[in-house]
């Protein structure tokens, strides 16, 4: 149980063009979900945190019309990158918790397998 | 605030050797502790995680982990190391309150060596 599918796996774009990656949790539902950006060598950043049926939450210094995240519904959400630029390129993870359970369960945090962005 | 030291970016082992992974955390009360795995490319899987209760946690793939309040420590053990052992490892905190954010350490690269 508790997968979560992240898809496209790897993409290749143009300077310019935009990217959606989708991040679905396929046996759970996940109010919340977590988007990363990790550099090589590096820990995760996290970018920001999706709440279904409301706003992200951006964090300092990750522009929120850059990256565009839309929560749709308790089992997918999206993140674009926008008008994508060679240092976007970067691996794009994300996460997204089980709704149910008690406090300590919803800390637990199921990953999707990441989306490498290269942009040209 | 949360935060998480790892002090070892990479350690080397000998398969069959035994490992300990250090990771020390700031917080204010007894934090949500977890390990988790990442292979090269790959997201990261969960190995283990404390919430509460017995301070000495059980994981998958033979880890182990154990909290110490006073060290503010949540070290990462394992007895023999397997060469499908080697990948970065990140521990991590997560708070009791609030949008239950998770902050990870900087991760240490493990290698195996034969």
């Known amino acids: 149980g508790a997968v979560v599918s992240q898809h496209p796996s790897w993409v290749i774009c143009k300077s310019g063009t935009s990217v959606k990656i989708e991040c679905r949790s396929l046996d759970f539902q996940a109010t919340t979900m977590f988007w990363y950006r990790q550099f090589p060598k590096q820990s995760l950043m996290l970018m920001a945190t999706?709440?279904?049926?409301?706003?992200?939450?951006?964090e300092q210094g990750v522009e929120k019309d850059k990256f565009l995240i839309n929560h749709a519904s308790l089992t997918l959400s999206t993140l674009t990158v926008t008008s994508a630029h060679p240092e976007d390129s970067s691996f794009y993870i994300c996460?997204?918790?089980?709704?149910?359970?008690?406090?300590?369960?919803?800390?637990?945090?199921?990953f999707g397998a990441g989306t490498r962005l290269s942009v040209l | 605030a949360q935060s998480v030291t790892q002090p070892d970016i990479h350690i080397t082992v000998s398969e069959g050797a035994s490992l300990e992974l250090r990771c020390n955390y700031s917080y204010g009360a007894t934090p949500y502790l977890f390990w988790y795995v990442q292979s090269p490319g790959q997201g990261l899987q969960l190995l283990l995680k404390y919430f509460s209760g017995d301070t000495l946690v059980q994981g998958i793939k033979g880890f182990e982990a154990e909290f110490k309040r006073s060290q503010s420590s949540f070290n990462l053990r394992k007895p023999s190391v397997h060469w499908s052992d080697a990948a970065e490892y990140f521990c991590?905190?997560?708070?009791?309150?609030?949008?239950?954010?998770?902050?990870f350490g900087a991760g240490t690269r493990l290698f195996v060596k034969a």
């Open positions: 996460s997204a918790r089980d709704s149910s359970g008690g406090d300590g369960a919803k800390n637990i945090q199921y």
């Open positions: 999706s709440n279904e049926g409301s706003k992200a939450t951006y």
């Open positions: 991590a905190v997560g708070a009791r309150t609030g949008g239950f954010k998770t902050i």
